[in-house]
């Protein structure tokens, strides 16, 4: 399968646990990017990444989450001390270098629900 | 006031039918404008994208930017009853950031 890849597909947590998403970029990706949307709106930018280098996080991006690249490759985003306002669907999207600035490509998502 | 704005729908036609889909945006600095597909459950894909004003088509798809209006709309032709999701328009700034501005997405379902 050569698409964005994000594990798990569902999490359900109780409020105030930790938990951490994966996201696999479609290979030679150097950008990767974390949205998250909610039910009825449309995805909202978290932040993105060029290889392993942190390049914009939005305001969105509480203390309590954190992303992380480490290799350029995948990229985990963790949300500590979970809320019930955390429950959206997390998206990842990558884009190849080279293409213009549209070229995005998006996972299926982490759904998560904060019970 | 959102950033871009996208009446949510639900819209309902008939299988054959004309669709027109709308987005009104306010910050004239947006250059490239972008139509995403989301089934339910699924991750939003990209269907047409135009760069600055004009027209662009894809088979049963075109995508037309106004600028001077703020107003971009895609329009899909014979609809199917597979063209039933939610279409989200979405934009970027032409400068120093890559980040994707979506509206809230139009939920469409075209009945046979």
Known sequence: DTGVSQNPRHKITKRGQNVTFRCDPISEHNRLYWYRQTLGQGPEFLTYFQNEAQLEKSRLLSDRFSAERPKGSFSTLEIQRTEQGDSAMYLCASRQPGQGKTEAFFGQGTRLTVV | ?112
Do not use: H
């Open chain 2, 1 to 112: 006031q959102k950033e871009v704005e996208q009446d949510p729908g639900p819209l309902s036609v008939p299988e054959g039918a004309i669709v027109s889909l709308n987005c009104t945006y306010s910050n004239s600095a947006f250059q490239y404008f972008m139509w995403y597909r989301q089934y339910s459950r699924k991750g939003p894909e990209l269907l047409m994208y135009t760069y600055s004003s004009g027209n662009k088509e894809d088979g049963r798809f075109t995508a037309q930017v106004d600028k001077s209006s703020k107003y971009i709309s895609l329009f899909i032709r014979d609809s199917q009853p597979s063209d039933s999701a939610t279409y989200l328009c979405a934009m970027i700034l032409s400068y120093n950031t890559d980040k994707l501005i979506f509206g809230t997405g139009t939920r469409l379902q075209v009945f046979p």
